[in-house]
């Protein structure tokens, strides 16, 4: 019944922009934490931005200042405003929640940053 929908994603070009959606059903406890997580071929799976209950954000060195995270407590969901993109954000982006002790993840979509 937990589903995390993912959507936005797709091709951009060097400088233009995409926004990540992250839309979280059926968790059964309040979530605490939603972020974004990112996953370039040949590397490690990095935090890419997060956001607390109360508003708390985190940012990756490499994204602070392009990116922007936020999120619907309404509507349980997330965003990524990514902007001026760069082609080493061409990776696998998947949404994160964590609610008490249970984290979700979504199934991951696809950002290709290129001319």
């Known amino acids: 019944q937990v589903q995390l929908v993912e959507s936005g994603g797709g091709l951009a070009q060097p400088g233009g922009s995409l926004r990540l959606s992250c839309a979280a059903s059926g968790i059964p406890f309040s979530i605490r934490v939603m972020g974004w997580y990112r996953q370039a071929g040949g590397k490690q799976r990095e935090l890419v931005a997060a956001?607390?209950?109360?508003?708390?954000?985190n940012y990756a060195d490499s994204v602070k200042g392009r990116f922007t995270i936020s999120r619907d407590n309404a509507k349980n969901t997330v965003y990524l405003q990514m902007n001026s993109l760069k082609p080493e954000d061409t990776a696998v982006y998947y949404c994160?929640?964590?609610?008490?002790?249970?984290?979700?993840w979504g199934q991951g979509t696809q950002v290709t940053v290129s001319s």
């Open positions: 956001i607390g209950s109360g508003g708390r954000t």
């Open positions: 994160y929640v964590n609610a008490g002790p249970q984290d979700y």
